[in-house]
């Protein structure tokens, strides 16, 4: 799902996003255009701000255990 659309579904502006996650309005603009790529960091912010969960894959050659 495309950032921004989840975010239209949500009923939520940039800037809502921005005040909830601590990232600047121009950077989740340039985030939902694809101008920009954000940092893990950024991402997991974004996430939790409109209530997405990020999962990772295993790092290749990771022991499995």
Known sequence: ???AQHRHELG???NAVAAR???AQGHISQYESGKRTPRLAAVMAYAAAVGL???LPPAEGADRG
Do not use: R
């Open 21 to 23: 996650s601590g990232l």
């Open 12 to 14: 939520l502006s940039q």
């Open 1 to 3: 799902m495309q950032l």
């Open 53 to 55: 969960q990020v999962t």
